[in-house]
């Protein structure tokens, strides 16, 4: 029955072409022969239904699907096939999933379910009650909503999960008592925080948590949270896209408190204000701020309290938009604290040519700084009217090119007027330069005569340090 089902459903597992592969030498079954814990290795790369559609090989292979540790379950590919109405479609896959779930004779080590939650939202509860029970491991759920739904609050208190992974378009409604005792890794995406308390207990609740990833989360019901887990290595924020109404960036404060964390990312708006707390010089660093216009000033007070908090970190990536949001609130040099033991910087998109001034002017707060990486280049905003040398008032030379800075590496060079100005700039004022690694754009690698003349006029450019070797890649 349950192959029947299955066949209906996903019509991709084919009883003639799963014999030619498990047939070999003559037409014996070697495979066959291999032990339980092997041929379920093999299942596992299978798909739940394809692994389900092997128990019509043989008699060998009838209950092997039964014990397999991981399980994924994933409705989209039901309704990709125009075979039945919706309707039928749900039931099909609901009765497939239950009846997998009865059949069982091991635990569970992993499982993963997407699907539509309406007309099914008792079953979904049902199965991750389920899956609680026989001590899953790592539970990945990607659930559609249509209707207010509310997760079994079992989940919250499982003291097997190592691994919650929740995209879930509605609001994260929380129990009033949360222990994650074992859990490491929590992925949020897509959810709408509910409130302060139910928020703060969801982050106190794991007190062994390393990574936490928060992605197009809505905070627009928060106030105030504190994220302070001392186990915590990995921490993500993404606010991308804005929620809210550009008129108002009141937002949540979100306070991080980790002196173990190793590496932090944030993109957004600052639609929220970030506080940093006891960061070490371990951690690696991210940066991406998109600039609302109307709130130019309001995000670059935000952007210069997020990176007072980065004063002891070795290594950072911050966006030309990072930059720019900086330097729009007044006074930002009295702001912003020096980074004493930042060694290096990335560029991790493209730095525009009316940005390079303000650039330059960050670098006089990374003394010590040792590496630079333009991962993307420099953008001109008007390839017409490049940027040149006298484009770019230096107020005062930062420090790092007179005595710390050794490695420049430019990727995606494209030979513009502007980029051959800027490496001319850098080349001429840093003077214990080492090395400048320029990476080559591929319509730049197509034309191997202008290639040589600029690898040729670069060679022969003033340098501040004659150690300095230039090499193409």
């Known amino acids: 029955m349950i192959l029947r089902e299955m066949e209906d459903i996903m019509g991709s597992f084919k009883r003639q072409k799963v014999s030619e592969v498990v047939k070999i030498d003559d037409g014996e079954d070697k495979i066959s022969q291999l032990p339980d814990s092997i ?11 394809n692994a389900v559609a092997t128990c019509i090989l043989s ?27 919706y309707p039928m479609k749900v039931t099909l896959f609901m009765h497939f999933v239950q009846r997998v779930l009865q059949l069982r004779n091991a635990s569970i080590e992993k499982l993963r379910l997407s699907c539509r939650v309406c007309f099914s939202a008792s079953h979904v509860c049902t199965w991750l009650s389920s899956a609680i029970k026989n001590n899953v491991q790592e539970l990945d759920l990607c659930l559609f909503v249509e209707e207010p739904f509310s997760l079994p609050s079992c989940v919250f208190y499982s003291k097997s999960l190592l691994v919650l992974k929740l995209e879930m378009n509605c609001t994260l409604e929380l129990p009033d ?12 995406c897509l959810v709408t925080f509910p409130d302060d308390s139910s928020t703060q207990r969801l982050f106190s609740g794991c007190p062994v948590l390393q990574e936490l990833t928060v992605l197009d989360c809505d905070w627009i019901n928060l106030k105030s949270v504190s994220i302070s887990i001392p186990s915590l290595k990995s921490l993500t924020i993404d606010d991308l896209p804005y929620f809210g109404s550009p008129d108002d960036l009141n937002g949540c404060e979100i306070r991080i408190d980790s002196s173990n964390l190793r590496f932090l990312k944030y993109s957004g708006y600052l639609s929220n204000e970030i506080y940093l707390y006891n960061l070490s010089s371990r ?33 950072v990536r911050i966006s030309s ?19 004493q033991n930042l060694t290096h910087l990335e560029l991790g998109k493209g730095l525009e040519n009316q940005t390079v001034g303000e650039f330059m002017e960050l670098l006089r707060h990374l003394p010590k700084l040792e590496s630079l990486d333009f991962f993307e280049g420099l953008e001109s905003l008007d ?3 490049p940027s040149g040398e006298n484009d770019w008032k230096l107020k005062a030379l930062p420090t790092c090119f007179l005595s710390s800075l050794k490695t420049v590496n ?64």
């Not at 720019?324 to 040099?333: G, M, P, Q, R, T």
Request: charged share 20%; proline share 4%; glycine share 2%.
């Open 59 to 85: 008699t060998r292979w009838k209950n092997l699907w039964t014990i397999l540790p991981n399980l994924d379950f994933d409705d989209s590919l039901l309704y990709s096939r125009p075979v039945f109405g």
């Open 321 to 339: 938009g990072a930059i720019k949001s900086l330097f729009n609130a007044d006074d930002v040099l009295d702001h912003l604290p020096v980074f």
């Open 383 to 385: 390839p017409c009217k």
């Open 410 to 473: 430019y990727c995606n060079f494209h030979a513009n007027e502007t980029e051959i100005c800027f490496l001319k700039l850098l080349l001429n004022i840093a003077i214990i330069l080492e090395e400048m690694n320029i990476f080559c754009s591929e319509s730049f690698l197509e034309d191997p005569k202008k290639h040589k003349e600029i690898r040729n006029h670069l060679h022969t450019l003033p340098k501040g340090s004659a150690r300095c070797a230039i090499k193409f890649f």
């Open 177 to 188: 008592s949360i222990s994650f005792p074992c859990l490491r890794t929590l992925h949020l």
């Open 39 to 49: 041929l379920n290795h093999i299942l596992s790369f299978l798909s739940t239904s």
């Open 283 to 315: 951690v690696d660093a991210s940066i991406h701020i998109a600039v609302l216009c109307d709130k130019r000033k309001q995000i670059a007070f935000r952007a210069v309290k997020l990176f007072r908090g980065l004063n002891n970190v070795s290594s």
